[in-house]
């Protein structure tokens, strides 16, 4: 009797174990760890599947280690949160000086926590765990992906 009751406590705890682990490899969190995008992103042909791998990976949690350089950052804060702005296509070709905006082109407006995004030298950098939303939009042209932090 003592030992079917030490074997049922063993592999109830081995059963918890098991779900734990099961439920932090979903999470994103297993041997190989959540998806990783590392490098720099800008407008146009700056974005270097950027946005691609933030719309494949909706939901889930992802690794990220971005950079963009000063010259192609536009972005702010508002009350409750940083933002900044990839514009990936121009309705017109656009001249040599000429910076993307949005009276022609359009884009996607990532949502960041104030905090996220951080001037390094010439460059902005977004670093940690986030979970991107679906984009919504598009509203005036852009879309908006908001990236929620790891909890």
């Known amino acids: 009797m003592r030992t079917s009751i030490n074997n049922f406590r063993f592999s109830g705890i081995l059963a918890l174990v ?3 682990c099961a439920a932090l490899f979903l999470a994103g969190c297993g041997p190989g760890g959540p998806p990783k995008f590392s490098g720099a992103t ?21 690794q990220l ?8 950052f536009e972005g702010g804060e508002e009350a409750a949160f940083a933002f900044f702005v990839l514009f990936e296509t121009c309705s017109e070709e656009l001249t040599k000086d000429e910076k993307p905006s949005v009276a022609n082109c359009q884009g996607t407006e990532i949502h960041v926590p104030k905090a996220a995004v951080k001037r390094e030298g010439n460059t902005w950098r977004l670093r940690g765990q986030f979970e991107p939303s679906e984009p919504t939009g598009p509203l005036q042209g852009m879309l908006a992906i908001n990236l929620r932090p790891a909890p």
Request: aromatic share 6%; proline share 3%; no cysteine.
């Open 18 to 20: 098991a779900a734990a």
């Open 42 to 62: 800008g407008h146009l042909d700056h974005e270097n599947g950027f946005l691609d791998f933030l719309d494949q990976n909706a939901g889930h949690l992802v």
């Open 65 to 72: 280690d971005v950079s963009i350089p000063n010259a192609e």
